[in-house]
């Protein structure tokens, strides 16, 4: 182990070497993933008795490699009862971390044997984050903070502005909307990560659709692949956020951003410049879409308000 460290080290520090490995590693990041090659020996099925050249029996399925059972074998088998137990899990969770747009790309282009299927592998996340964030317990205990915080909003026009009656009945309206508001997504992010960071792609989702649409990569990129897309990079997400919340950094929170313009980056073959200047067009768009539906929305409560205050 010390001398694995030590060769690490040496690695790192030897500009040649670390070109080398750079190069290595990213040819190993644009590879797929390989299927183990199918093997000429003659095997006899354990289950079914049939005979068979191959990996996997044609009758039943079972593998040709059973052997006796191992402590490795026997923590897979209660893994399997989560759904986690296959070597897919690993291989995704590894290509999630260390080249997920090209994982995503391969998924899309056929590959779906060699990985976890994206959305169980989402709801799996989901139910770990919930477990690691806060065990069994639901009760969110800063609720009543956060929505003294978001009163504060509208404290400044309260004092500073002399109001009617009716106007003040508006704003007590508006004021309990926006405290709601906020509260509840302030409580699914606390509670959960994995879905709130889908909310958020979520809410990016039509306008970066629309700018990738048409990358080098995937020319005729479809809407329900993007989909699919987004959810591998929201479990990409939920892994680095559970990592942080396991490790007590905040350098993950930051990690799963720049990981997931790599992801886009990777998915598209857009170059980092274009893929950020897209984010960015995103973002503004998304801003702007939601300060429409907040301005409509206060202005249909504004009008509601004002008609019975008026009566």
Same mark, same amino acid.
């Given at each position: 182990?010390?001398?694995?460290?030590?060769?690490?080290?040496?690695?790192?520090?030897?500009?040649?070497?670390?070109?080398?490995?750079?190069?290595?590693?990213?040819?190993?990041?644009?590879?797929?993933?390989?299927?183990?090659?199918?093997?000429?020996?003659?095997?006899?099925?354990?289950?079914?008795?049939?005979?068979?050249?191959?990996?996997?029996?044609?009758?039943?399925?079972? @593998?040709?490699?059973?052997?006796?059972?191992?402590?490795?074998?026997?923590?897979?088998?209660?893994?399997?009862?989560?759904?986690?137990?296959?070597?897919?899990?690993?291989?995704?969770?590894?290509?999630?971390?260390?080249?997920?747009?090209?994982?995503?790309?391969?998924?899309?282009?056929?590959?779906?044997?060699?990985?976890?299927?994206?959305?169980?592998?989402?709801?799996?996340?989901?139910?770990?984050?919930?477990?690691?964030?806060?065990?069994? @317990?639901?009760?969110?205990?800063?609720?009543?903070?956060?929505?003294?915080?978001? @009163?504060?909003?509208?404290?400044?026009?309260?004092?500073?502005?002399?109001?009617?009656?009716?106007?003040?009945?508006?704003?007590?309206?508006?004021?309990?909307?926006?405290?709601?508001?906020?509260?509840?997504?302030?409580?699914?992010?606390?509670?959960?990560?994995?879905?709130?960071?889908?909310?958020?792609?979520?809410?990016?989702?039509?306008?970066?659709?629309?700018?990738?649409?048409?990358?080098?990569?995937?020319?005729?990129?479809?809407?329900?692949?993007?989909?699919?897309?987004?959810?591998?990079?929201?479990?990409?997400?939920?892994?680095?956020?559970?990592?942080?919340?396991?490790?007590?950094?905040?350098?993950?929170?930051?990690?799963?951003?720049?990981?997931?313009?790599?992801?886009?980056?990777?998915?598209?073959?857009?170059?980092?410049?274009?893929?950020?200047?897209?984010?960015?067009?995103?973002?503004?768009?998304?801003?702007?879409?939601?300060?429409?539906?907040?301005?409509?929305?206060?202005?249909?409560?504004?009008?509601?308000?004002?008609?019975?205050?008026?009566?």
């Amino acid at each position: 182990m010390l001398q694995t460290i030590n060769n690490a080290i040496a690695t790192v520090s030897d500009k040649r070497k670390r070109t080398v490995w750079l190069r290595a590693f990213r040819i190993w990041q644009r590879r797929p993933h390989e299927v183990a090659p199918l093997s000429e020996a003659t095997h006899e099925c354990a289950s079914c008795a049939t005979v068979f050249q191959g990996n996997y029996c044609p009758r039943c399925g079972q @593998s040709a490699q059973i052997g006796r059972f191992s402590f490795t074998k026997a923590f897979r088998l209660f893994l399997d009862v989560w759904g986690i137990g296959n070597r897919s899990m690993t291989r995704t969770i590894r290509d999630l971390l260390l080249r997920p747009g090209y994982m995503i790309r391969d998924y899309l282009k056929g590959m779906q044997s060699a990985y976890f299927p994206p959305f169980k592998m989402f709801f799996l996340l989901t139910a770990l984050s919930l477990l690691v964030d806060h065990g069994f @317990s639901l009760n969110d205990e800063g609720q009543q903070e956060r929505a003294e915080v978001t @009163s504060t909003i509208f404290e400044d026009y309260d004092d500073n502005q002399s109001l009617s009656k009716d106007e003040k009945v508006v704003m007590d309206r508006v004021q309990m909307a926006f405290t709601k508001l906020f509260s509840t997504l302030k409580m699914i992010e606390r509670k959960n990560q994995p879905i709130f960071a889908l909310l958020m792609l979520v809410l990016f989702y039509l306008p970066l659709y629309y700018f990738i649409r048409k990358s080098p990569v995937i020319p005729d990129l479809r809407y329900s692949e993007f989909t699919v897309a987004l959810v591998y990079i929201s479990n990409m997400t939920s892994i680095y956020s559970i990592l942080g919340d396991l490790l007590h950094s905040m350098l993950f929170d930051i990690l799963w951003v720049v990981m997931a313009i790599v992801a886009i980056r990777q998915l598209s073959g857009f170059s980092v410049r274009k893929v950020l200047w897209y984010v960015i067009l995103t973002f503004l768009i998304s801003v702007l879409i939601i300060v429409v539906l907040i301005s409509l929305s206060v202005y249909i409560i504004y009008l509601f308000n004002g008609g019975e205050t008026s009566a």
